[in-house]
């Protein structure tokens, strides 16, 4: 199964993740990551965990 490196930019404030935050996501999915992939990816890059991220609370986009 191929995946896909998406960048989701935070449309509110999720916890102590700011508006505006971009995050990576390699998910199986080319256009919205799951929960799971999501929330590795919070701890991974900003070292906290966000339980309460959820992928509608970012704009995805698909990297090339």
Do not use: D, Y
């Amino acid at each position: 199964m191929p995946s896909f490196l998406l960048k989701g930019t935070a449309q509110t404030q999720i916890g102590k993740i700011p508006r505006g935050a971009t995050i990576q996501v390699i998910s199986q999915s080319g256009s919205c990551p799951s929960q799971q992939e999501i929330l590795t990816a919070i701890r991974a890059q900003f070292g906290i965990n966000e339980p309460n991220a959820r992928p509608h609370f970012f704009k995805w986009e698909q990297v090339k």
